[in-house]
């Protein structure tokens, strides 16, 4: 079965320092996109980063960055530099085929930045 | 430019009544998606558009759900006699196409009481 796991349903991370979000994900696949998405407390889905299944690189984005570890079929994200603003909820989202691009979505996790 | 907006953004309705959700992509963008988001999860996947077909609608619950796309552009997603189950944030989304990533809206949340 297709799934994304999000095992962390809260997070805390102090002003300033890196803070890591895990996600995994299940598919037979040997194509697909991995998204991530920040939903702050007024709702709307920000789209943050992309990797797909055969980029030999991770993506980064700014301060985002995806650590993606194919064999381990995990899609971390990675926050540098937290700030304030970065509170929300964040969710990982797997698209398994290009063909419909509809996305599955992980259960999400809290953020919440400490100044 | 303009992002994916949708209207209304709140509905309160009664049981059993009709509702209509509407959803104006970013301009350009050929593939649509809708999706239903309940409190504290991740938003599920009702339906996705191509141009004016409805090319994969795998996602939708039942056959009170039923959504539009006329003129490729604009969607309309209806159901009919509304269930308390139905209260949601419903999502929708547009991309330049599928394999592009997904821009959302603002949601609708609808209350059905």
């Known amino acids: 079965a297709q799934k994304i796991t999000q095992t962390q349903p809260g997070m805390f991370v102090q002003e300033k320092e890196a803070v890591t979000l895990d996600c995994t994900y299940d598919?037979?696949?040997?194509?697909?996109?991995l998204f991530w998405y920040k939903q702050p407390s007024s709702g709307e889905m920000i789209f943050l980063i992309y990797q797909g299944s055969y980029d030999q690189q991770n993506a980064t984005e700014g301060r985002y960055s995806l650590n993606f570890q194919k064999a381990r079929k995990s899609a971390n994200l990675v926050i540098s530099a937290s700030q304030l603003g970065d509170s929300a909820m964040y969710f990982c989202a797997m698209r398994f085929t290009s063909n419909t691009g509809k996305l599955i979505f992980g259960q999400g996790t809290t953020l919440q930045v400490k100044p | 430019g303009a992002g994916v907006s949708q209207t209304p953004s709140n509905k309160v309705t009664e049981k059993g009544k009709y509702v209509e959700l509407r959803c104006d992509p970013i301009s350009g963008h050929t593939a649509l998606y809708w999706y239903r988001q309940s409190l504290g999860q991740g938003p599920e996947f009702l339906i996705y558009f191509q141009g004016t077909g409805a090319a994969d609608d795998s996602g939708l619950p039942n056959d009170r759900f039923f959504a539009v796309r006329p003129e490729g552009s604009v969607s309309t997603l209806k159901i009919q006699r509304t269930e308390r189950g139905d209260s949601a944030v419903y999502l929708c989304?547009?991309?330049?196409?599928?394999?592009?990533?997904?821009?959302f809206g603002p949601g609708t949340r609808l209350t059905v009481t």
């Open positions: 989304a547009s991309s330049f196409s599928s394999a592009s990533e997904q821009y």
């Open positions: 598919t037979s696949d040997p194509s697909y996109g």
